[in-house]
């Protein structure tokens, strides 16, 4: 029986139930996996390499394979290794393709320290990389004849650009170059990169995922023959994560579906309120109708999530959007996002992009994430953060 998204999120990664059993799949603590035989332990030798089963702790148990399982489902991949942290994902999915003599090409919107894992690990060994601009006009003339793998993020961080993924793909595999791409914004539930031609899709579970701001975790979905490439590195570079940490994930992906939907109701109310501001040059969020690439937006996306971010008009200074994120009350400042709580930090946008110019013709940036408060008490949060910028 074909089923619904929805209906896949609540009954995928469970345990099959033959008389009775929990619900959830159970905490399975373990490092030494025990055999009744050298036949029974050559045998899971054997299929490790093709199968998820129990076999050591750092391979996993049965809860991180639950995990697995249904962020593959959501994803359409062909299958998932759980990381210690999102950006250990995406390190080893680029080192996965990564070699000697070759190049990169990353989106310009990129997580920030993306461009860390670059400059500390493909530029000593001898692999070059490039940035393209954020609305993709300059992305196949900045591809070389020894680019090994495109990396990208869409919706971009910080401003939420979105690129034509599955144009972006097409040109690609012309050229035989696997596609990552960061899909932390769209958490296997907004946005699918998979199904728009990507090869691997990786996700921070510390957001949206997790949902509950108690969680370090990332995951790496990728397609068959992605997985053929790289599917066996996580071992081999000693990535593990907690059983623990994979259980308070799959609780929290139950109620992934109600959680965004809220993130993003409120979000948009708050969005469409901030345009009429007269201290805001432009809210950038991509389910308003100005944000670039809208039209993309409707195409691919299935929703948005808490995520905006507020450019101020050039006459504020930075140190006044910083006395406004002071004056929030209900806004924590901290990083991260995806969480229950309403978060509020400046956006570096310039320290964020260098394939285009933001020094010049632009306000203060500062990113909100809009959590589960009740909107109007956002709204008034917000109004009275205002008269900070005057001050």
């Given at each position: 029986?074909?089923?619904?998204?929805q209906?896949?999120?609540?009954?995928?990664?469970?345990?099959?139930?033959?008389?009775?059993?929990?619900?959830?799949?159970?905490?399975?603590?373990?490092?030494?996996?025990?055999?009744?035989?050298?036949?029974?332990?050559?045998?899971?030798?054997?299929?490790?390499?093709?199968?998820?089963?129990?076999?050591?702790?750092?391979?996993?148990?049965?809860?991180?394979?639950?995990l697995?399982a249904?962020?593959?489902?959501?994803?359409?991949?062909?299958?998932?290794?759980?990381?210690?942290?999102?950006?250990?994902?995406?390190?080893?999915?680029?080192?996965?393709?990564?070699?000697?003599?070759g190049?990169?090409?990353?989106?310009?919107?990129?997580?920030?320290?993306?461009?860390?894992?670059?400059?500390?690990?493909?530029?000593?060994?001898?692999?070059?990389?490039?940035?393209?601009?954020?609305?993709?006009?300059?992305?196949?003339?900045?591809?070389?004849?020894?680019?090994?793998?495109?990396?990208?993020?869409?919706?971009?961080?910080?401003?939420?650009?979105?690129?034509?993924?599955?144009?972006?793909?097409?040109?690609?595999?012309?050229?035989?170059?696997?596609?990552?791409?960061?899909?932390?914004?769209?958490?296997?539930?907004?946005?699918?990169?998979?199904?728009?031609?990507?090869?691997?899709?990786?996700?921070?579970?510390?957001?949206?995922?997790?949902?509950?701001s108690?969680?370090?975790?990332g995951?790496?979905?990728?397609?068959?023959?992605?997985?053929?490439?790289?599917?066996?590195?996580?071992?081999?570079?000693?990535?593990?994560?907690?059983?623990?940490?994979?259980?308070?994930?799959l609780?929290?992906?139950?109620?992934?579906?109600?959680?965004?939907?809220?993130?993003?109701?409120?979000?948009?109310?708050?969005?469409q309120?901030?345009e009429?501001?007269?201290?805001?040059?432009?809210?950038?969020?991509?389910e308003l109708?100005?944000?670039?690439?809208?039209?993309?937006?409707?195409?691919?996306?299935?929703?948005?999530?808490?995520?905006?971010?507020?450019?101020?008009?050039?006459?504020?200074t930075?140190k006044?959007?910083?006395?406004?994120?002071?004056?929030?009350?209900?806004?924590?400042?901290?990083?991260?996002w995806?969480?229950?709580?309403?978060?509020?930090?400046?956006?570096?946008?310039?320290?964020?992009?260098?394939?285009?110019?933001?020094?010049?013709?632009?306000?203060?940036?500062?990113?909100?994430?809009?959590?589960?408060?009740?909107?109007?008490?956002?709204?008034?949060?917000?109004?009275?953060?205002?008269?900070?910028?005057?001050?």
């Amino acid at each position: 029986m074909k089923q619904n998204k929805q209906t896949k999120l609540i009954h995928c990664g469970r345990q099959e139930i033959k008389t009775s059993g929990p619900i959830n799949p159970p905490v399975m603590r373990a490092s030494t996996i025990v055999f009744d035989s050298i036949k029974s332990w050559r045998d899971v030798r054997d299929r490790r390499a093709t199968e998820r089963v129990l076999s050591y702790g750092a391979r996993g148990t049965e809860t991180a394979f639950a995990l697995e399982a249904l962020v593959t489902e959501l994803e359409g991949g062909h299958r998932a290794q759980l990381f210690p942290t999102g950006l250990a994902a995406i390190a080893v999915t680029i080192m996965g393709y990564a070699r000697s003599g070759g190049h990169v090409l990353f989106a310009d919107s990129v997580y920030e320290p993306v461009r860390k894992i670059a400059s500390a690990f493909l530029e000593p060994n001898n692999i070059a990389y490039s940035f393209f601009k954020t609305d993709g006009s300059d992305f196949e003339q900045k591809i070389q004849q020894n680019t090994q793998l495109i990396f990208v993020e869409s919706p971009g961080s910080l401003l939420y650009e979105m690129l034509d993924l599955p144009e972006i793909c097409r040109i690609a595999h012309e050229r035989n170059i696997p596609v990552g791409v960061d899909n932390t914004w769209g958490s296997a539930w907004l946005y699918n990169p998979l199904e728009l031609g990507a090869d691997v899709s990786v996700i921070a579970a510390t957001k949206y995922l997790c949902g509950h701001s108690d969680v370090m975790m990332g995951i790496m979905v990728a397609n068959e023959k992605a997985w053929e490439k790289i599917g066996a590195l996580p071992e081999a570079l000693g990535q593990a994560s907690s059983p623990d940490d994979a259980a308070l994930v799959l609780r929290g992906m139950r109620t992934l579906g109600q959680r965004i939907a809220a993130h993003g109701k409120s979000a948009l109310a708050i969005a469409q309120w901030l345009e009429t501001r007269p201290e805001v040059e432009k809210v950038w969020f991509p389910e308003l109708p100005n944000h670039p690439r809208h039209d993309l937006w409707k195409r691919d996306c299935k929703g948005s999530n808490g995520l905006l971010t507020i450019e101020f008009k050039q006459e504020f200074t930075t140190k006044q959007s910083e006395q406004f994120i002071d004056a929030l009350e209900l806004f924590g400042i901290g990083a991260s996002w995806g969480g229950f709580e309403s978060l509020a930090l400046p956006a570096n946008v310039v320290g964020a992009r260098t394939a285009s110019n933001w020094r010049e013709g632009h306000g203060p940036f500062v990113r909100l994430h809009i959590g589960l408060e009740a909107t109007d008490d956002l709204i008034a949060d917000i109004t009275q953060a205002f008269s900070a910028l005057n001050q």
